[in-house]
């Protein structure tokens, strides 16, 4: 599948559709029901990336973090790597990835989301950084210091 092929796939409307009754089932905190409607979607239209994102994010926030990362692999494979679902598939994955502490692939992972134009991947490759934490730390007493008007040490 080209980049952009979903845009004009079969069913990508209704799959839409879906997948915005699905958001609001899990901004609700039905995550199973939310679950069942990302499902739908990708049945209405299974190359639509960001139903199988939604779907991971849903699975990942009810504690099912293997079965989020099939989604993501999905997600990431049908959009080419690029755009808004691969942004988001790969911060998804990256926090999979630290929460069974495998710190290097969601650093890797964290890079891709950055690249894609991610805050919170920038914000998230500084705190796994343990030099830039480091440097960070001691800027902020510094600066704490001169708010205070206290003298450098």
Same mark, same amino acid.
């Given at each position: #599948?080209?980049?952009?092929?979903? *845009? !004009?796939?079969?069913?990508?409307?209704?799959?839409?559709?879906?997948?915005? $009754? /699905?958001? *609001?089932?899990?901004?609700? /905190?039905? %995550?199973?029901?939310? *679950?069942? &409607?990302?499902? $739908?979607?990708? $049945? &209405?239209? @299974?190359?639509?990336? +960001?139903?199988? !994102?939604?779907?991971?994010?849903?699975?990942?926030?009810?504690?099912? @973090?293997?079965?989020?990362?099939?989604?993501?692999?999905?997600? *990431?494979?049908?959009?080419?790597?690029?755009?808004? +679902?691969?942004?988001?598939?790969?911060?998804?994955?990256? #926090?999979?990835?630290?929460?069974?502490?495998e710190d290097d692939l969601a650093r890797a992972d964290f890079q891709k989301a950055s690249d894609l134009g991610s805050s919170f991947a920038k914000m998230q490759l500084?705190?796994?950084?343990?030099?830039?934490? #480091?440097? !960070? &730390?001691?800027? %902020? $007493?510094?600066?704490? !210091?001169?708010?205070?008007? &206290?003298?450098?040490?």
């Open positions: #599948m080209k980049l952009k092929d979903h *845009i !004009n796939a079969p069913g990508i409307e209704e799959s839409r559709k879906l997948e915005k $009754e /699905g958001v *609001i089932l899990a901004e609700s /905190g039905e %995550s199973d029901a939310s *679950i069942r &409607k990302f499902t $739908e979607a990708i $049945e &209405k239209c @299974p190359a639509n990336p +960001s139903a199988f !994102n939604n779907r991971a994010q849903a699975l990942r926030l009810a504690g099912k @973090p293997d079965e989020a990362l099939a989604d993501l692999e999905q997600a *990431i494979t049908l959009s080419n790597g690029t755009g808004k +679902s691969a942004c988001q598939a790969f911060v998804q994955r990256a #926090m999979i990835h630290r929460l069974h502490g500084v705190a796994l950084n343990p030099y830039a934490a #480091m440097c !960070n &730390k001691m800027l %902020s $007493e510094v600066f704490n !210091n001169l708010r205070q008007g &206290k003298p450098e040490e």
